[in-house]
Nanobody
Framework: QVQLVESGGGLVQAGGSLRLSCAAS????????TGWFRQAPDKEREFIAA???????SYADSVKGRFTISRDNAKNTVYLQMNSLKPEDTAVYYC?????????????WGQGTQVTVSS
């Protein structure tokens, strides 16, 4: 069983930065795909970024160039560096893990961390 715990959310002014962390338990982290998603009020959950076990990453167009996903396999932790934040980035952010390595089967989810960007 895998447990994911996010941290690092908070309130920031537009243009500011935040770094989210997600610590994972379990032995499959290094081979897994890790992803970040977000859900704003009254909106569907949306994909933000993903990191494969190698250096491959992918991003949603809405955050490309502003957000960076990274991982430390030795610490079983994935990070999301968020720069140039906008009010529309306000949402609950979730990390997720796909143990299959395919990037399409996220079966483990964290509890979420709130990010609020004020204008």
């Amino acid at each position: 069983q895998v447990q994911l715990v996010e941290s690092g959310g908070g309130l920031v002014q537009a243009g500011g930065s935040l770094r989210l962390s997600c610590a994972a338990s379990g032995r499959t982290f290094s081979r897994s795909v890790t992803g970040w998603f977000r859900q704003a009020p009254d909106k569907e959950r949306e994909f933000i970024a993903a990191s494969w076990s190698g250096r491959r990453t992918s991003y949603a167009d809405s955050v490309k160039g502003r957000f960076t996903i990274s991982r430390d396999n030795a610490k079983n932790t994935v990070y999301l560096q968020m720069n140039s934040l906008k009010p529309e980035d306000t949402a609950v952010y979730y990390c997720a893990l796909d143990a299959s390595g395919l990037g399409s089967r996220y079966t483990y989810w964290g509890q979420g961390t709130q990010v609020t960007v004020s204008s």
